[in-house]
């Protein structure tokens, strides 16, 4: 079975970083994309950094040069390195996979359950 658990969320304050983690298992990781998202509630879901199946990593436009997507394909790792942390950034965050796709996306099928991150001072 494809699983995702997300890691390493929490409470910050403005201008702080964070690492977060997906530990991944039951898929041929160096071959799916694997996407970071995130969901305020009451608003819809939304893309933040995307590793793609190609091998390019691309990022939302309100965290460029902020955020940095990485991956450990020996231990079927993805990272997002979030730096300059801003209480907009305030969501829960999912990493998400899915074989059907190159690049990522919300209908993707696999999830994880996600992980709290507060940006407050």
């Known amino acids: 079975d494809v699983q995702l658990v997300e890691s390493g969320g929490g409470l910050v304050q403005p201008g702080g970083s964070l690492q977060l983690s997906c530990a991944t298992s039951?898929?041929?990781?160096?071959?799916?994309?694997i996407g970071w998202f995130r969901q305020v509630p009451g608003k819809d879901r939304e893309g933040v950094a995307c590793?793609?199946?190609?091998?390019?990593?691309y990022y939302a436009a309100s965290v460029q040069g902020r955020f940095t997507l990485s991956r450990d394909n020996a231990k079927k790792l993805v990272y997002l390195q979030m730096n300059n942390l801003k209480p907009e950034d305030t969501a829960v965050y999912y990493c998400?996979?899915?074989?059907?796709?190159?690049?990522?996306?919300?209908?993707?099928?696999?999830w994880g359950k996600g992980t709290p991150v507060t940006v407050s001072a």
């Open positions: 998400a996979t899915d074989e059907r796709f190159v690049d990522c996306g919300i209908q993707m099928k696999y």
């Open positions: 039951g898929f041929p990781f160096d071959d799916y994309p």
């Open positions: 590793s793609s199946s190609d091998g390019s990593i």
